[in-house]
């Protein structure tokens, strides 16, 4: 059985959000071994006491536990595949759980390539943005095995409040990409909306206080609409992570036989902004698009 007494994590990713999820794991007492890319970006989680891993291979190799969450597929089958990857280099009896959004093909793949090497392999994103990663109060969505799961559950309590399994490998990847479709149309409708009572001549913040807590209300109404009103475009969530995880989520719908127009218009949208330069920008400067580029596009 796993106890935080007999654990060791690996962190691979430290970026917007993986930095505060580390940072939890570490504040709730377990031993954390972090790696990235770029070691400067780890460097508030060493000074916390976490130790450095010079590859993702050191870092499978130290410790039973080793979650990652970077930017594209391509990452993560670099990180995990390959004789320096993960898989080929954990302990056996090892669990990873990938909480980067990926493909759900990607996940089946590496839930069997785990499974020949004795070692547990969870797929489990997550949503909540840098405000959910900070507070340990992510919607975190798992597949894999049922057993691995729940040996894992106290680990992923220090990361979030809502934590579902949701079936077989793969399963918590098709799940982000139900919550990614529902936020892109949504992300459009907010836009409109503040813009809309910008217009009309109205107080958006005080348009806010009625809509927010009614039938219209979401996390994007509630936490990002405040950011657009004051100019703040810095990333919670990156444009250009958000482009991939809506490209991934066309590609299973088209597979499915499904028609997403919502979907289409805002991964559109979001391609133009990405076109201008807003690549690094937060999901909130859709924005920018009616108030700055509307006229040009």
């Not at 917007?16 to 790696?35: D, E, F, H, Q, T």
């Not at 090497?117 to 969505?141: C, F, N, R």
């Amino acid at each position: 059985m796993l106890s935080q007494e007999n654990s060791t994590i690996g962190f691979i990713g430290t970026g917007v959000m993986g930095k505060s999820m580390a940072k939890n794991l570490l504040n709730s007492g377990y031993p954390v071994i972090v790696y990235n890319r770029t070691k400067h970006k780890a460097d508030e989680l060493l000074a916390l006491g976490a130790e450095w891993g010079s590859t993702p291979k050191e870092v499978a190799q130290k410790a039973n536990i080793i979650i990652t969450i970077v930017g594209y597929p391509a990452d993560v089958e670099e990180v995990y595949l390959g004789e320096n990857g993960i898989i080929a280099n954990a302990k056996p009896n090892s669990y990873t759980i990938d909480m980067t959004t990926s493909t759900p093909s990607l996940a089946k793949k590496l839930y069997e390539e785990g499974k020949k090497q004795q070692i547990h392999v969870l797929d489990a994103p997550v949503s909540g943005g840098d405000v959910g990663a900070k507070e340990a109060k992510l919607s975190i969505m798992v597949g894999g095995d049922t057993d691995a799961f729940t040996e894992l559950k106290p680990v992923f309590e220090m990361l979030g409040t809502n934590i579902v399994y949701q079936g077989a490998a793969g399963a918590g990847q098709h799940t982000k990409m139900c919550n990614q479709i529902a936020i892109a149309s949504n992300m459009i409708g907010v836009c409109e909306a503040i813009v809309y009572a910008e217009k009309a001549g109205l107080n958006p913040d005080t348009v806010l206080k009625s809509i927010s807590t009614g039938a219209a209300g979401s996390f994007s109404l509630s936490n990002l609409a405040p950011r657009m009103i004051k100019g703040d475009f810095a990333p919670g969530f990156y444009i250009k992570h958000f482009i991939k995880d809506m490209k991934i989520a066309l590609e299973e719908a088209k597979a499915m036989e499904m028609e997403t127009p919502g979907l289409q218009l805002a991964e559109s949208l979001y391609s133009r902004l990405s076109a201008l330069g807003e690549d690094e920008s937060g999901t909130q400067a859709l924005y920018k698009y009616y108030q700055q580029y509307s006229n040009t596009l």
